[in-house]
């Protein structure tokens, strides 16, 4: 029998207690070789650009000759205002690589000792990476596959203990209104997109604009689908008869939905509504990725956090009392 792929040698290439040994001028730099991996760690100022900059010896400080303004390694990153040693997010990112069904912040608060609400931000942080790796992201094409499927989360109405006083849930009138439908489109051997919407037809502008021409696209039979047909060839399967027919099969799509509820349910065990977005955004960079060791994925995604701007919605999240912005 075939070794698994996560189960092999290949796919750990790295360690938390690698991370946890290091100083914090070696993790330091790290972050700088990856940060600056053009000038081999040498700094580049984020305001300007220009590459001559001159290093403090008292403190970990750059200054631009050009501009003269002073930044640090994480100046101008998705770190940037700082408060925890660079070494601790270096062990943040390696758990959160590490999590195949994602990292809870109570347990990465209790891994790296650090406060609830500290460990949340970290974690949305995170979660913003792999937002930016998939912005804008087309599938398909001439020749290619696409599935598309949907899914449920939140709105759970919990019922009565009497059965006397148990109401129907599946009626509109008796649901609480928080119920989101996400949606799931996933390109065969290829990348994958998702986004919560309100509802499967109110996703439709939104699969056509993400969907190459002249793509094959296999669906089940919601009727949200059927506008589809007018600009794709569909392949579409009843699954209240067959799971795969005649060509038609929407298996890979409904994995990465099974991967995301095991998420909410076995990890996370709640995704407020405004937050959803970024879970499964999360949970489909981890299935793309999923091939990868966990050594390349730590490098990966303190790449995009090093190349993104400080974050607009956790950057004083707790201080403005106000929530963040759906993703």
Not at 39 to 64: L, N
Not at 99 to 115: F, H, P
Not at 199 to 224: K, M, N, Q, Y
Not at 300 to 323: K, M, N, T
């Amino acid at each position: 029998m075939a070794q698994h792929f996560l189960t092999s040698p290949a796919a750990r290439t790295l360690s938390v207690t690698q991370v946890a040994r290091l100083s914090e001028e070696e993790a330091i730099q790290i972050f700088r070789q990856i940060r600056w991996p053009d000038t081999h760690g040498q700094p580049v100022c984020p305001h300007c650009t220009c590459a001559t900059c001159y290093e403090f010896k008292s403190r970990p400080i750059f200054r631009c000759k050009a501009c003269r303004k002073q930044f640090s390694v994480t100046s101008g990153t998705l770190f940037a205002y700082h408060k925890l040693p660079i070494r601790d997010y270096l062990v943040a990112v390696a758990l959160y690589v590490n999590g195949v069904k994602g990292k809870a912040a109570l347990e990465l608060s209790r891994q790296l000792g650090i406060a609830y609400k500290t460990a949340f931000v970290l974690a949305h942080k995170l979660r913003e990476a792999p937002q930016a790796e998939r912005r804008g992201r087309t599938l398909g094409g001439d020749g290619k596959t696409v599935e598309i499927d949907s899914g449920y989360s939140g709105g759970h109405n919990r019922p009565a203990n009497h059965k006397k006083d148990r109401i129907d849930r599946r009626l509109a009138e008796n649901q609480t209104g928080k119920r989101q439908c996400f949606i799931v489109i996933r390109e065969r051997d290829g990348r994958s997109i998702t986004k919560p919407f309100p509802s499967e037809e109110a996703s439709l502008d939104f699969i056509r604009s993400r969907i190459e021409p002249g793509t094959v696209v296999h669906a089940d039979e919601a009727p949200a689908w059927n506008a589809l047909h007018a600009r794709f060839d569909m392949k579409r399967i009843n699954h209240s008869e067959v799971y795969s027919w005649d060509g038609a099969c929407t298996n890979q799509a409904e994995s990465m939905i099974a991967r995301i509820r095991r998420a909410e349910w076995g990890i996370h065990h709640h995704i407020s509504g405004q937050y959803l977005g970024r879970y499964i955004d999360e949970m489909a960079w981890r299935e793309d990725h999923r091939r990868e060791s966990n050594g390349a994925q730590f490098r990966r995604i303190l790449s995009l956090a090093a190349a993104l701007s400080p974050s607009v919605d956790f950057c004083g999240y707790w201080q403005r009392h106000r929530p963040a912005a759906a993703a």
